[in-house]
């Protein structure tokens, strides 16, 4: 009995006080239990390159309403479970969704956000730290808004009920598996103090936005077996050219901007999806990498200038279909169709294992834009101070032990790639600014 009081103490005292959650938003919305759950929108690391729509879609994740402006329905698909947000139309009332078995593909219905916490594979911390190590290192990998969200625990029972009731008993899908989990989180919640807070009245976990028109990026992930995953990223085509020694115009055999910018994106994507799931212990990136294709034009009347605009092309059979009207729009002018790589699967980080570490993709980099390596060189510097592990423990929400490993990932990210630069074996050949007719690049430093 001792013994037992003496685990409930420790895991009681690192249960996240709902107080302690500031950030620079908070709002509160009310259950029909009557508790006051929170969104909160967690601070910006100073020098950030954020993006003009990320605060925007900071406060529109803050507005959706568990019982108000969107329906909530459980996760089904994938390996993580989670809540997701779905919203009304003209065929679905909120009340009707809530109330279906949210089979939502066959409803046909937009999911808007979700809401996942830190059980089985899936991390909050995770979630929460991709968005912000994404923007301070120049946005590299496109990651999703998150912000910090809770729910009454009451309510998170009955979606767990309706998951449980959709999965036959026996399934050994991990989802399912999961799913039941979670049934001893409602029986004991003091059991679970990365779940559910002190009150042990509300889960919490990250609310990340879920981006759409998004497709499979198979030309980074390939497809076979579970095991080699990372060993087979390795040997594809992306991969290897980032790990080339040969410049890229020897790897492209042009330097025309239409001809560089679809190779020379995806070089960048792949180095920053390297560095990122290095310093984040993602484990299971490979199968989980999504892009979407955008316009990259060269604006004539502004030189140097690259315009960026959304396409709705579909990707299939290795080429793209293209509308029409896109088509016409770009006859004569200096355009390209672009795969951006977006990862949008953050969760299975912070306290897992490292795979980009473990098979030492990091070490065979040999291109990256110089955008990342510098600013995760000053980055790398900047954690040794008080304000650093402050800012992680309290709006990433990760442990003392989680960030001292997140620090010595940082160290030895950076010892990485200076060493290589050093050699003279790093390439700072991927920022696509430099192959715009007329462009000076400026010179590069291994010490930024």
């Known amino acids: 009995m001792i013994f037992f009081l003496i685990l409930f103490t420790a895991s009681f005292s690192q249960a996240l006080e709902l107080r302690s959650l500031q950030g620079t938003a908070r709002t509160e919305f009310h259950s029909p239990n009557g508790l006051t759950e929170l969104c909160v929108v967690p601070k910006r690391w100073p020098g950030g390159s954020y993006r003009a729509s990320d605060q925007a879609r900071e406060a529109q994740l803050c507005r959706l309403d568990f019982y108000g402006n969107v329906g909530i329905c459980p996760k089904y698909s994938s390996t993580n479970p989670g809540v997701l947000m779905v919203m009304p139309d003209g065929r679905y009332a909120k009340h009707e969704i809530d109330s279906s078995d949210c089979n939502v593909n066959q409803m046909n219905l937009k999911v808007v956000a979700k809401f996942k916490q830190s059980l089985s594979c899936s991390s909050t911390s995770s979630i929460l730290a991709y968005y912000q190590i994404s923007r301070i290192l120049g946005d590299a990998g496109h990651v999703p808004v998150a912000v910090i969200r809770t729910m009454d625990l009451d309510i998170h029972k009955g979606l767990t009920k309706k998951a449980n009731h959709n999965f036959f008993f026996f399934s050994r899908d991990q989802i399912a598996r999961t799913w039941r989990q979670y049934r001893e989180v409602h029986r004991h919640p003091e059991r679970y103090p990365g779940i559910v807070d002190r009150s042990l009245s509300q889960i919490y976990g990250a609310l990340s936005d879920n981006v759409q028109n998004e497709e499979s990026y198979v030309e980074v992930s390939g497809s076979g077996g579970y095991a080699s995953r990372y060993q087979r990223f390795m040997q594809l085509e992306p991969f290897l050219r980032v790990a080339s020694p040969r410049s890229v115009a020897e790897l492209v055999g042009s330097t025309k901007f239409t001809k560089v910018a679809p190779i020379v994106t995806q070089m960048k994507d792949v180095a920053d999806m390297v560095v990122l799931d290095t310093l984040l212990n993602q484990q ?62 953050n969760d299975c980080g912070v306290t897992k294992n490292n795979m980009m570490a473990r098979v030492g993709a ?87």
């Open 284 to 345: 299971d990136r490979i199968g989980n990498i999504h892009f979407r294709l955008f316009w990259y034009v060269l604006n004539p009347e502004v030189p140097g200038q690259i315009e960026r605009i959304p396409s709705r092309a579909r990707w299939a059979g290795g080429h793209a279909l293209i509308p029409p009207e896109e088509s016409r729009a770009m006859q004569g002018r200096t355009a390209v169709l672009v795969k951006e790589m977006l990862l949008r699967d």
């Open 362 to 448: 990091l070490e065979r980099v040999r291109h990256i834009s110089y955008l990342t390596y510098s600013q995760l060189l000053n980055f790398e510097k900047s954690l040794s101070s008080p304000q650093a592990r402050d800012y992680f423990l309290k709006e990433m929400l990760f442990s003392p032990d989680q960030f001292e490993e997140f620090k010595l990932n940082a160290l030895k990210a950076r010892q990485v790639l200076q060493s290589r630069c050093r050699a003279g074996q790093l390439r700072f050949d991927v920022d696509l600014a430099d192959y715009v007719p007329g462009a000076n690049p400026t010179p590069h430093s291994c010490h930024p």
